[in-house]
């Protein structure tokens, strides 16, 4: 143990010789303190003591230099990372030797000692004794940290107190304590018990276990415990520093040093503001500073401290404490004026001083100022408006503070004055309209009105009063930039020139004048002039007149009218000749020769003039006169049918039909008709007949030619004859190419010529030859044949007339079976054995000299494979015939109008072996199944329905006509003009389809109501019809002849109803009463033809009705030409109100008005009386469908019009039949509809230009008259 004691001291002195070595070498000692040779002394007497004492100790007769003792050296080796499990705790407190100079750790590495100079045997005393126990035995001995420095640790140690002979090595584990990191030093050393450890991280605390590695040794290891040295040269600055601001608090954070973290003792913190600093040691990597003040900019400079007190170089940062919201801004107040306001106020209590600006923003008229004072002026306002005023602070930050609000108005102003917004003022006889636009600029001050006055300087006419005027027009006060509005100034005289000028009103008072201006008044209507006629004749006559008796103005036109009611009969589909001419001459004419009078027509004429003002009234005398008969027109309704007879479909009748000419100038007296036919190659065909006035049946002669010559092109003219006019009247024609018929029968003796004995005729197994005939072209040209074959006795004959599908001379090809479907059924069907349109010649004719026939051999086609699977048509073809067979064969003749068949003839196969029949039989059979199927499928089917859903319009090729736009109703109307049959054959297809509409009547043809009915077959639809309230309970008192009509938004607007018969007209008023409703159009005059249309159920002016609790009093009766608008009162008990009453004159029963204007007008008056009431409109004629029917059409395809809407005037009807029978009753109603339409689409403004003649009020109680022009400008509702 002493040995090792004596060693240990020596180990010592020899490290404190290194240590002198290096220090003076680098100078490491402060020489500020202490000299060098003063260090040097101070090292060797600290050896020398040390050498002394080792050498009085180990009792050694001879000592050891210093230079002996550096020879000694140990190696040292760094060993890897060791595992965590070496670590074991050791408290044994070190003491450590501060050196930092890297430099003295790196020379004392390069000391070399050697060990082989040390020996423990010349050292040790041998006689001393040592004891060891088991554990000592296993780890070395006296381990210790001898020498600490910042980035080394000196170790020594004593191996294990056994007596070892043999070498040992050691492993030295390093383990930083901070995350018990260890790392390997392992190396074998002879006897070294010494081991610097380097590249350590000061001011970090560190395990050592040190093991004696040694097969007989199970070493557990040594553990000590040491630290590095703090004392750093220097330390690095923070990293990462963040900043926080607040209004009042900054948080600062930051990461360590990168360099020497764990030599951080604590941070300086030092905060100025301006020139103030406050200094602060934290421990912390956060510091946060307080009770800042606002919107202020601090500095901040933070170092780190070390152990040994180094500070680093330091991080500074500035920083702003952020704005605190500011509070609204105090004690505002605001000047107006009228077209600026001055704001004023006061700073904010809180954040006044981080103020940027102030934003002052008003509304409406969104403005926005930027102010940094606390006061602003804001211009370019409107007068007398409303502000809100809307303050608030925007700090440093652009944060908004509180807003304040104020509510405000901008003071008055007077407006400026009018301003005259047309060329020229709109003046009429006694009006003078000004428009003035009214500017209001930057003014909001309420306008309350215009006044506008007129000043008359001169008169231009005479015969009247001349009047100033003058005229106020309230103005809205709700207007905004601008204004318009009219002042019309009334009651000024007729063609005089006045001054007019304007001023406006305000809340501030009255504006200047607008400027003069010149306007001149219209002229007068002058009065009607005096007319005669003279030299009349049955063609001409001459009217003459005189000028007006009172002129206002410029005479610039006269209008001449005179009208025609014609003496003659007329049919009733004939389109009515109230004939109307209107003639127009200059104001110097006084003469008019007519030279194209109708004969046999009483005429009326009227007159009137027209200066710049207008046309002035017609002169109340009329002139009468009536003309002599004279030559009759054409016939009417002049047609022709070509039918199939009734007993025989194959034998045609011709029958001709004509009317009454329409112009027939006198008493008929009798018809002549005359045929003349021609055919080329043929002798021509005429006749003549001749029919009295006693064959005419219902204005109509109907007769049968019969069947006509085929394919001749014949001429029929029809001429009247009238009493007391020698000649005929205007003859009316018929072109007639006269259909093909069906081929006559060849002549027998023909047939017998070229019938060849089927014995000795050409043949083989599957072919014949034969011979066949020609048909004669007696009934129309012969065009195709066909070959018709089958086994004998299944070979019917046919004969049946067709017609035409194209003009290509194709025929529809009667059904038979191919080749190939006849073989199927052993040809027990006939086939058909040529192509389709076969012509024999010239290939197939045979010419015998004085005879020809067709020579054609069956059977010889043995490609027949293709049937009619992929197409709808047949592919026939001559196929071969079947062995040892008799068949008959037929030649089947066409013409364009019908094919007949020969008679048979008669052929035979030549034998062979017989094959088995089943599979022709099974196919018969099948094909016989599925034609009894076809046929049963079809008898089930309703012929009706049929045709109903060919005739849908959904469908494909439907000839019902779908709805149209604009362009493409006039040229629907065109196709009309060009092709006459179109339009009655629409009419037609709505009468068709119209039958299905045809719905239960059943209340109405109760005999308690029979009786109520005009006529037996116009009868309302018990869903439809209009039920009236019970009347002591009796069930039939409920019942009127009058249905609800759906309109144009599909929904209940009219009720078309039966012209009131007497017996019926409590009935008709209560309705009225009833439904509420306000307005009735009777379109039927009481009585026509000198028949009862109407019972005269309203009272005229200054009558009352009373029927029962109804009572029913005329107040007023306006009379225009075309209609005459009535205002009734209807009172029920103490309830009153008015109705009105339009009654439009000019419609003939069962036909139309002659012109469309007047029509299209009446539907606008209609709308206009019902504009705001909701209720029906009760129409009604005579029997309540046709003028009724009428009228409701039109009227909804012109809101169809008026909605750019298509359309549909053949829907438009088929609908008004759903809810009543046959509304619209006959074509002329239904071609009027089409052409009312037509008139409003090729001139759109016919309406706004149409000006309805002066009318003569009658009012209750008064005898005077007051003339009343209503506006032109009617719109289309």
């Not at 590695?213 to 415990?225: A, E, H, P, R, Y």
Request: with cysteine; aromatic share 10%.
């Amino acid at each position: 143990m002493r040995n090792m004691v004596r060693k240990k001291r020596l180990k010592v002195l020899i490290y404190a010789l290194q240590i002198i070595y290096v220090l003076s070498e680098n100078n490491l000692i402060d020489h500020r303190h202490i000299g060098q040779n003063e260090t040097v002394n101070a090292s060797m007497k600290i050896l020398f003591d040390l050498n002394a004492e080792y050498v009085v100790s180990s009792e050694l007769n001879n000592s050891m230099s210093i230079k002996e003792f550096l020879n000694e050296a140990t190696e040292f080796e760094q060993n890897e990372l060791l595992p965590n499990d070496y670590l074991k705790n050791n408290d044994t407190n070190i003491s450590i030797l501060d050196t930092t100079n890297n430099d003295f750790v790196q020379k004392f590495e390069h000391i070399s000692i050697s060990s082989n100079e040390l020996k423990d045997n010349q050292i040790l005393s041998e006689d001393i004794l040592m004891t060891c126990n088991e554990e000592d035995r296993k780890n070395v001995q006296n381990l210790t940290i001898d020498l600490v420095a910042t980035e080394w640790i000196f170790l020594s140690w004593e191996p294990p107190c056994d007596n070892i002979t043999s070498e040992l090595f050691y492993t030295i584990d390093i383990c930083l304590d901070s995350n018990q990191l260890c790392f390997s030093r392992n190396r074998t050393i002879v006897k070294d018990t010494q081991y610097n450890a380097t590249d350590l991280e000061p001011c970090n605390n560190y395990t050592f276990i040190v093991k004696a590695i040694d097969k007989d040794l199970n070493s557990t290891g040594v553990i000590v415990t040491g630290a590095t040295s703090s004392n750093i040269t220097e330390i690095g600055d923070i990293q990462k520093l963040v900043a926080h601001t607040a209004s009042s608090t900054i948080k600062l954070s930051w990461k360590s040093p990168g360099d020497y973290p764990t030599c951080v003792n604590h941070y300086l913190v030092a905060q100025c503001l301006k020139n103030i600093c406050n200094n602060a040691s934290i421990t912390t990597e956060e510091y946060i500073s307080s009770n800042l003040e606002p919107c202020e900019e601090y500095f901040f400079i933070i170092k780190a401290v070390s152990i040994n007190n180094k500070q680093s170089n330091g991080v500074d940062i500035t920083l702003k404490t952020n704005s605190p919201k500011s509070s609204r801004p105090q004690n505002p107040t605001v000047e107006a004026n009228a077209f600026s306001l001055v704001i004023h106020w006061e700073p904010p209590e809180i954040g006044a001083k981080c103020i940027k600006y102030y934003r002052v923003t008003i509304d409406p008229q969104p403005k926005t100022e930027q102010v940094t004072g606390i006061n602003v002026t804001i211009s370019d306002l409107y007068a007398c408006t409303p502000y809100c005023i809307y303050i608030n602070a925007v700090d440093e930050d652009n944060n908004d503070g509180e807003m304040i609000t104020i509510d405000t108005r901008t003071a008055s102003t007077v407006s400026k004055s009018p301003i005259l917004n047309m060329k020229e003022p709109i003046v009429t006889t006694h009006d003078i309209m000004l428009s003035w636009k009214i500017e209001k600029g930057n003014s909001n001050c309420t306008l309350t009105s215009l006044k506008a006055m007129c000043n008359a300087t001169m008169t231009n006419g005479h015969g009247y009063e001349v009047k100033n005027g003058e005229a106020e027009v309230h103005i809205d006060s709700h207007i905004q930039d601008e204004y318009f509005t009219n002042s019309i100034i009334k009651n000024v005289s007729p063609f005089t020139t006045y001054i007019c000028w304007a001023y406006v009103l305000n809340e501030a008072g009255n504006s200047e004048l607008s400027k003069l201006i010149s306007v001149t008044t219209s002229e007068d209507i002058p009065s009607a002039p005096f007319l005669n006629v003279t030299n009349i004749t049955y063609s001409q006559f001459i009217f003459v007149w005189e000028p007006p008796s009172y002129l206002a103005g410029n005479l610039h036109e006269f209008e001449l009218v005179f009208e025609g009611e014609i003496c003659f009969y007329m049919p009733d589909w004939c389109k009515p000749v109230t004939l109307k001419t209107i003639k127009h001459f200059n104001g110097s004419t006084f003469i008019f020769e007519y030279l194209n009078a109708t004969a046999f027509t009483y005429y009326t004429a009227k007159i009137k003039a027209r200066t710049s003002a207008g046309w002035g009234s017609y002169n109340n005398d009329l002139v009468l006169f009536k003309t002599p008969a004279g030559v009759p027109g054409m016939v009417s309704n002049f047609s022709y049918s070509i039918v199939n007879n009734e007993n025989n479909k194959n034998v045609l009748n011709t029958i001709l039909t004509w009317g009454i000419p329409c112009s027939l100038n006198g008493i008929l007296e009798y018809f002549n008709v005359f045929v003349d036919g021609i055919r080329t190659n043929y002798e021509p065909h005429s006749f003549t007949l001749q029919f009295l006035s006693n064959d005419v049946k219902n204005d109509t002669v109907i007769t049968n030619l019969k069947e006509l010559k085929a394919e001749y092109n014949y001429i029929i003219k029809v001429v009247t004859k009238v009493q007391g006019v020698q000649d005929f009247g205007i003859p009316a024609f018929k072109n007639i190419s006269y259909p093909a018929g069906i081929p006559p029968q060849p002549d027998e003796d023909y047939i017998k010529s070229i019938t060849i004995d089927p014995a000795s005729a050409r043949r083989t197994t599957t072919t014949a030859t034969l011979l066949l005939p020609l048909f004669p072209n007696t009934n129309g040209d012969i065009i195709y044949y066909s070959i018709i074959v089958s086994r004998m006795n299944y070979n019917i004959p046919s004969s049946i007339r067709f017609n035409m599908t194209n003009n290509t001379n194709h025929i529809l090809w009667p059904n038979i079976s191919s080749w190939k479907e006849a073989m199927l059924q052993d040809f027990t069907i006939p086939y058909q054995a040529t192509r389709l349109c076969w012509n024999p010649y010239p290939n197939s004719v045979a010419d015998y000299g004085d005879m020809e026939a067709v020579k054609y051999t069956l059977g010889e086609n043995t490609n027949c494979k293709e049937i009619s699977s992929n197409t709808n048509k047949r592919i026939y073809c001559n196929g071969p015939l079947k062995p040892n067979t008799w068949y008959h064969v037929r030649m089947r003749a066409f013409t364009r109008g019908g094919y007949s068949d020969s008679t048979t003839f008669l052929i035979k196969t030549n034998a062979e072996i017989d094959i088995v029949l089943v599979s022709g039989v099974v196919f018969g059979i099948l094909f016989l199944g599925i034609l009894s199927t076809i046929m049963l499928l079809f008898r089930k089917c309703s012929i009706r329905a049929i045709l109903r859903r060919f005739l849908h319009s959904d469908m494909s090729g439907s000839p019902v006509p779908t709805p149209f736009s604009k362009k493409k109703f006039i040229t629907h109307c065109q196709q009309f003009i060009d092709n006459p049959g179109k339009l009655s054959n629409e009419f037609q297809l709505l009468q068709t389809l119209s039958i299905d509409l045809q719905m239960p009547t059943n209340t109405a043809c109760l005999q308690a109501n029979k009786k109520k009915n005009r006529y037996s077959d116009i009868l309302p639809y018990d869903f439809s019809r209009v039920k009236l309230e019970v009347i002591e309970n009796d069930p039939n008192t409920d019942y009127i002849n009058a249905s609800f009509i759906k309109g144009y938004s599909g929904e209940n607007e009219y009720i078309a109803c039966q012209g009131p018969k007497e017996e019926t007209t409590f009935d008709f008023w209560r309705m009225i009463e009833q439904y509420d409703i306000n307005v009735i159009v009777m379109l039927t005059e009481l009585v026509e033809k000198d028949k009862e249309k109407c019972h005269q159920y309203f009272p005229t002016i200054r009558e009352t009705f009373k029927y029962e609790n109804l009572t029913i009093k005329c107040i007023s009766e306006l009379d225009y030409r075309s209609y005459t608008q009535r205002t009734l009162v209807l009172q029920k008990e103490n309830k009153k109100r008015n109705i009105t009453h339009l009654h439009f004159k000019q419609w003939p029963d069962h036909d139309v008005p002659e012109d469309f204007e007047p029509i299209i007008h009446f539907c606008q008056i209609v709308h206009r009386n019902v504009t705001g009431n909701k209720g029906y409109i009760v129409i009604h004629c005579s029997a309540g469908i046709g003028r009724t029917g009428t009228l409701i059409a039109i009227d909804i395809i012109l809101q169809h019009l008026r909605d750019n809407k298509k359309l549909d005037v053949f829907g438009t009807v088929y609908r008004l039949r759903r809810d009543r029978i046959n509304m619209v009753q006959k074509e002329s109603q239904y071609a009027y509809i089409y052409n009312c339409t037509k008139q409003v689409l090729k001139n759109p403004y016919c309406l706004k230009n149409y000006k309805p003649p002066p009318m003569n009020p009658v009012y209750e109680n008064t005898s005077r008259k007051i003339r009343i022009v209503p506006s032109s400008n009617i719109n289309l509702h």
